[in-house]
T-cell receptor, first 114, second 116 residues
């Protein structure tokens, strides 16, 4: 069974601060997705990273896939109240009969105070 | 396009009662999924379907059944609800299977189920 550990589980910061969310596993993933979920809604895909060491930027968000494809990070620069939400990482199975199955981390609840 | 819709939005059941959750998508996606989301546990796959008339078990299938009689609809059934099935249920769809082709899964708004 593949597991993804997200940390921290809760993050409460002031507007303008920087933050990093981590997603770690002992398993190798074929690729890694990050989702953002707002209260009362379903998750929405932010980014997919597929190559070890890959870095993708989405405005103030920077996503990195570890060289060994076992971990990932999400860094937010100058956080804004609109960034508040639940952030989920999800890894794709690297092979076997369940190729393509998503394994989700527990999520990080981010609150950005004005 | 409405995307992925789910009905009902909220439901309260008594232990032993049955119900069906309906998911509909208007994107002509082949693949559909049912997840449950519990605090501190992320999303867990219950069942999925790779096309009309097909279904398969996910990570936590016990206590649930599904049907995909039409391509656009994916039904999740609880035959005899238990308190352990209190959760938020999300349906999702994608053009292809999971991350094999780096395809996006589109999620519905969720159904909140409370089993007393």
């Amino acid at each position: 069974t593949q597991l993804l550990e997200q940390s921290p589980q809760f993050l409460s910061i002031q507007e303008g601060e920087n933050l990093t969310v981590y997603c770690n596993s002992s398993s190798v993933f074929s690729s890694l997705q990050w989702y953002r979920q707002e209260p009362g809604e379903g998750p929405v895909l932010l980014v997919t990273v597929v190559t070890g060491g890959e870095v993708k930027k989405l405005k103030r968000l920077t996503f990195q896939f570890g060289d060994a494809r076992k971990d990932s990070s999400l860094h937010i620069t100058a956080a804004q109240p609109g960034d508040t939400g639940l952030y989920l990482c999800a890894g794709g199975d690297a092979g076997g009969t369940s190729y393509g199955k998503l394994t989700f981390g527990q999520g990080t609840i981010l609150t950005v105070h004005p | 396009n409405a995307g992925v819709t789910q009905t009902p939005k909220f439901r309260v059941l008594k232990t032993g009662q049955s119900m069906t959750l309906l998911c509909a998508q208007d994107m002509n996606h082949e693949y559909m999924y049912w997840y449950r989301q519990d605090p501190g546990m992320g999303l867990r796959l219950i069942h999925y379907s790779v096309g009309e008339g097909t279904t398969a078990k996910g990570e936590v299938p016990d206590g649930y059944n599904v049907s995909r009689l039409k391509k656009q609809n994916f039904l999740l059934g609880l035959e005899s609800a238990a308190p352990s099935q209190t959760s938020v249920y999300f349906c999702a769809s994608s053009l292809t299977w999971g991350l094999a082709a780096q395809e996006t899964q589109y999620f519905g708004p969720g159904t909140r189920l409370l089993v007393l």
